[in-house]
């Protein structure tokens, strides 16, 4: 198990960038793939993006490639939500996940076995 605290949420104006932040504590995080989700009030929890245990292989959803990069660094670890030319409709709350496994880029919520609290994005028009 991992446990997962995410930081750099905000409020900010359409066109502007975040960089979200997932800190992880326990033994097997550079071991797990990892990824992030986003959930608007009343709807359900969406993909957003995964990567790699080394970073080698990442998977966006369409809606945020090209503008949103995950990155992560094993030494540290902690993995990243890169977010440039926010719009209103990026605003949710954010979530990161762990998964059990090393080389996945799912983007099905229900494999990711450790989330994070969440933290909120609001982006005004």
């Known amino acids: 198990q991992v446990q997962l605290v995410e930081s750099g949420g905000g409020l900010v104006q359409a066109g502007d960038s975040l960089r979200l932040s997932c800190a992880a504590s326990?033994?097997?995080?550079?071991?797990?793939?990892m990824g992030w989700f986003r959930q608007s009030p009343g709807k359900e929890r969406d993909f957003v993006a995964a990567i790699a245990w080394n970073g080698g292989v990442k998977y966006y959803a369409d809606s945020v490639k090209g503008r949103f990069t995950i990155s992560r660094d094993n030494a540290k670890n902690t993995v990243y939500l890169q977010m440039n030319s926010l719009k209103p409709e990026d605003t949710a709350v954010y979530y990161c996940a762990a998964h059990p496994t090393g080389w996945t880029t799912s983007s099905v919520a229900r494999g990711y076995d450790c989330w994070g609290q969440g933290t909120q994005v609001t982006v005004s028009s």
């Open positions: 326990g033994r097997t995080f550079s071991s797990r793939s």
